[in-house]
Protein backbone atom coordinates (compact mmCIF):
# COMPACT_ATOMS: atom_id res chain seq x y z
CA UNK A 1 0.00 0.00 0.00
CA UNK A 2 1.46 3.44 -1.11
CA UNK A 3 -0.64 5.68 0.66
CA UNK A 4 -1.42 4.38 3.87
CA UNK A 5 -5.18 5.62 5.46
CA UNK A 6 -4.61 8.69 8.34
CA UNK A 7 -4.92 7.06 11.76
CA UNK A 8 -5.22 8.62 15.06
CA UNK A 9 -3.26 5.54 16.61
CA UNK A 10 -0.55 6.37 19.43
CA UNK A 11 2.60 6.31 17.58
CA UNK A 12 4.24 4.06 20.27
CA UNK A 13 1.59 1.28 19.58
CA UNK A 14 1.83 2.00 15.63
CA UNK A 15 5.73 1.45 15.23
CA UNK A 16 4.73 -2.14 17.60
CA UNK A 17 2.93 -3.42 14.27
CA UNK A 18 3.78 -5.61 11.42
CA UNK A 19 1.43 -5.26 8.92
CA UNK A 20 0.72 -6.91 5.50
CA UNK A 21 1.42 -5.26 2.42
CA UNK A 22 -2.08 -3.23 2.84
CA UNK A 23 -1.10 -2.05 6.14
CA UNK A 24 -3.47 -4.76 7.89
CA UNK A 25 -2.62 -6.82 10.75
CA UNK A 26 -5.44 -9.68 11.59
CA UNK A 27 -7.24 -9.27 15.05
CA UNK A 28 -8.97 -12.59 16.41
CA UNK A 29 -12.05 -11.86 18.51
CA UNK A 30 -12.31 -14.66 21.12
CA UNK A 31 -15.31 -14.38 23.75
CA UNK A 32 -14.15 -12.83 26.60
CA UNK A 33 -15.36 -15.43 29.42
CA UNK A 34 -15.47 -18.56 27.84
CA UNK A 35 -12.51 -18.56 25.58
CA UNK A 36 -14.30 -19.14 22.70
CA UNK A 37 -12.84 -18.17 19.39
CA UNK A 38 -15.28 -16.37 17.26
CA UNK A 39 -13.62 -14.45 14.14
CA UNK A 40 -11.16 -13.36 12.22
CA UNK A 41 -11.16 -10.20 11.03
CA UNK A 42 -8.26 -7.06 9.50
CA UNK A 43 -7.63 -3.96 11.54
CA UNK A 44 -5.22 -0.86 9.88
CA UNK A 45 -3.93 1.45 12.45
CA UNK A 46 -7.10 3.43 12.05
CA UNK A 47 -9.72 0.47 12.89
CA UNK A 48 -7.05 -0.29 15.67
CA UNK A 49 -7.15 3.42 17.14
CA UNK A 50 -10.98 3.20 16.83
CA UNK A 51 -11.58 -0.12 19.01
CA UNK A 52 -9.00 0.93 21.52
CA UNK A 53 -10.99 4.36 21.92
CA UNK A 54 -14.55 3.20 21.53
CA UNK A 55 -14.72 0.43 23.12
CA UNK A 56 -16.44 -1.18 19.82
CA UNK A 57 -14.45 -3.91 17.49
CA UNK A 58 -13.46 -1.82 14.17
CA UNK A 59 -12.00 -3.40 11.37
CA UNK A 60 -10.93 -2.66 7.56
CA UNK A 61 -13.28 -4.24 5.03
CA UNK A 62 -11.18 -5.79 2.42
CA UNK A 63 -14.20 -6.60 0.05
CA UNK A 64 -15.66 -3.01 0.50
CA UNK A 65 -12.03 -0.92 1.13
CA UNK A 66 -13.95 0.72 4.47
CA UNK A 67 -14.36 0.70 8.13
CA UNK A 68 -16.79 -1.34 10.07
CA UNK A 69 -18.20 -1.44 13.12
CA UNK A 70 -19.20 -5.09 14.05
CA UNK A 71 -22.87 -5.12 14.23
CA UNK A 72 -23.59 -2.15 13.21
CA UNK A 73 -26.02 -2.94 10.99
CA UNK A 74 -26.57 -6.83 11.88
CA UNK A 75 -27.04 -5.75 15.70
CA UNK A 76 -24.27 -8.25 16.25
CA UNK A 77 -22.25 -6.50 18.31
CA UNK A 78 -18.68 -6.96 19.96
CA UNK A 79 -17.98 -5.35 23.14
CA UNK A 80 -14.29 -4.96 23.56
CA UNK A 81 -12.79 -6.35 26.92
CA UNK A 82 -8.98 -6.17 26.19
CA UNK A 83 -7.05 -6.08 23.34
CA UNK A 84 -3.21 -7.03 23.08
CA UNK A 85 -0.82 -7.68 20.66
CA UNK A 86 1.73 -10.85 20.33
CA UNK A 87 5.07 -11.34 21.03
CA UNK A 88 6.02 -10.16 16.68
CA UNK A 89 3.35 -7.08 16.91
CA UNK A 90 2.00 -8.90 13.89
CA UNK A 91 -1.41 -10.03 15.35
CA UNK A 92 -3.81 -8.55 17.36
CA UNK A 93 -5.97 -10.10 20.25
CA UNK A 94 -9.20 -8.65 21.06
CA UNK A 95 -11.14 -9.86 23.44
CA UNK A 96 -14.68 -9.62 22.90
CA UNK A 97 -18.48 -9.91 24.74
CA UNK A 98 -20.38 -11.47 21.31
CA UNK A 99 -23.76 -10.30 20.83
CA UNK A 100 -25.02 -12.96 18.47
CA UNK A 101 -23.11 -14.54 16.07
CA UNK A 102 -19.94 -13.64 15.07
CA UNK A 103 -19.80 -15.04 11.13
CA UNK A 104 -21.47 -13.27 8.62
CA UNK A 105 -23.08 -16.88 7.93
CA UNK A 106 -25.18 -16.47 11.05
CA UNK A 107 -22.99 -19.34 13.07
CA UNK A 108 -21.97 -18.24 15.98
CA UNK A 109 -18.64 -18.62 15.19
CA UNK A 110 -16.36 -18.89 11.91
CA UNK A 111 -15.13 -22.03 12.96
CA UNK A 112 -18.07 -24.27 14.04
CA UNK A 113 -19.46 -25.79 10.85
CA UNK A 114 -16.15 -26.78 8.61
CA UNK A 115 -13.79 -29.11 11.01
CA UNK A 116 -11.18 -30.60 9.13
CA UNK A 117 -10.22 -34.37 9.77
CA UNK A 118 -7.10 -34.17 11.78
CA UNK A 119 -5.16 -36.91 14.00
CA UNK A 120 -5.18 -36.51 17.31
CA UNK A 121 -1.72 -35.92 18.95
CA UNK A 122 -1.34 -36.96 23.18
CA UNK A 123 1.71 -35.47 25.05
CA UNK A 124 4.25 -38.18 26.27
CA UNK A 125 3.28 -38.75 29.49
CA UNK A 126 -0.22 -37.10 29.66
CA UNK A 127 -2.79 -38.74 32.09
CA UNK A 128 -5.35 -40.97 29.49
Known amino acids: MSDPRPSNLDPKIADRLK ?5 LVPAIAQQYDTGEVL ?3 WMDDEALHRTLTTGRCTYW ?9 KGETSGHQQWVK ?34 LPAAVGERPGAPS
Not at 19 to 23: A, Q, V
Not at 61 to 69: L, N, P
Open 39 to 41: MLG
Open 19 to 23: RDPDG
Open 82 to 115: SVALDCDGDAVLVKVDQVGAACHTGDRTCWDADV
Open 61 to 69: SRSRQEYWV
